[in-house]
């Protein structure tokens, strides 16, 4: 009966633990040109914490901040153009996470540009009509 009882609170512990994990990129997608923010989120994380590294491909994150138990916030190396690449996520105790394909870079200069050309005057773009 007493091993029953460990088992089970083992098993309770267990299902609410702070198991370090990565699990997405939040958005998985972003200009070749880099310099966006990016959230990868899990759990476990150390808020504060140094000595993180998160890779695009082989290109280094910047501005790497653990900001909670489930967020890392980047801002995207440059990159490719259409191509998709790993995320890796390095904690100096060894441990290391990847997301096979987990961001795409994109072709899309021209939308960004305008965007942040609208956001530095306080306006939107107008959005199309709907009929």
Avoid at 38 to 50: A, E, H, K, L, S
Avoid at 109 to 122: E, H, I, P, S, Y
Wanted: net charge positive.
């Amino acid at each position: 009966m007493r091993v029953a009882m460990g088992f089970l609170a083992a098993m309770a512990l267990s299902a609410c633990s702070n198991e370090l994990k990565v699990t997405e990129v939040e958005p998985n997608n972003g200009t070749y040109t880099g310099g966006e923010e990016v959230v990868v989120r899990g759990n476990g994380f150390q808020p504060g914490r140094g000595g993180v590294t998160v890779k695009f491909g082989k290109r280094d994150a910047v501005a790497v901040a653990v900001e909670s138990t489930d967020k890392i916030k980047v801002q995207t190396p440059a990159g490719d153009k259409n191509t998709k690449v790993d995320i890796s996520v390095i904690f100096d105790d060894g441990k290391s996470f990847m997301i096979k394909n987990g961001f795409t870079y994109l072709d899309n200069t021209q939308r960004v540009t305008m965007d942040k050309a609208f956001n530095a005057l306080g306006t939107k773009p107008a959005e199309p009509e709907k009929k």
